[in-house]
């Protein structure tokens, strides 16, 4: 028997726009913080994570 589980948070405080790259933004921080994550949990599923999920995890932010 599968069981669908939603236990994880994360939390980043981004930089005042004063201390961050003349050209990068808060959306554009969030964007690839958001990919570096998925980039992993994808990266574990490939490797370990398949023997142990009934399906690829969904990132949902």
Known sequence: MS???????FTATINDSDHLPEDVSY?????EIEEVVTDALTA???ERGHQLLACEPVVAW
């Open 3 to 9: 069981a669908t589980i939603t236990r994880w948070s």
């Open 27 to 31: 959306d554009e921080v969030t964007a």
């Open 44 to 46: 574990w599923y490939n």
